[in-house]
C-alpha cells in the first residue's frame, strides 16, 4: 500500500506547560479523507503545525509527502 502522508517519531514539548506529544506515528493511505478527534488540548493543533512545519519541532521527526502523480492513459 502507498502512503500520501506517513509520520514517524513526532515528539513535541512546551516550556510553559506539562503538554508534551510523545513518539506519534502513523500513514494515511493515497485517497484517504482523514480527521483528527480528541479531547480539548489533545494536541490536534500542535501534530497539524508539525506536519506544515508551522511549529518548531526540538525532537527528531520523518515526514514523508509522496506525490501522486495522474497517468496519462494514451
Given at each position: 500500500?502507498?502512503?500520501?502522508?506517513?509520520?514517524?517519531?513526532?515528539?513535541?514539548?512546551?516550556?510553559?506547560?506539562?503538554?508534551t506529544?510523545?513518539?506519534?506515528?502513523?500513514?494515511?493511505?493515497?485517497?484517504s479523507?482523514?480527521g483528527?478527534?480528541?479531547?480539548?488540548?489533545?494536541?490536534?493543533t500542535?501534530?497539524?503545525?508539525?506536519?506544515?512545519?508551522?511549529?518548531?519541532?526540538?525532537?527528531?521527526i520523518?515526514?514523508?509527502?509522496?506525490?501522486?502523480?495522474?497517468?496519462?492513459?494514451?
Amino acid at each position: 500500500m502507498e502512503y500520501g502522508l506517513e509520520i514517524e517519531g513526532l515528539c513535541k514539548s512546551f516550556s510553559k506547560s506539562r503538554f508534551t506529544l510523545t513518539d506519534i506515528s502513523f500513514s494515511i493511505p493515497y485517497g484517504s479523507i482523514v480527521g483528527f478527534i480528541g479531547e480539548n488540548g489533545a494536541g490536534k493543533t500542535s501534530t497539524m503545525g508539525a506536519i506544515l512545519r508551522t511549529l518548531h519541532i526540538y525532537h527528531f521527526i520523518t515526514i514523508i509527502w509522496n506525490t501522486f502523480t495522474k497517468k496519462d492513459s494514451n
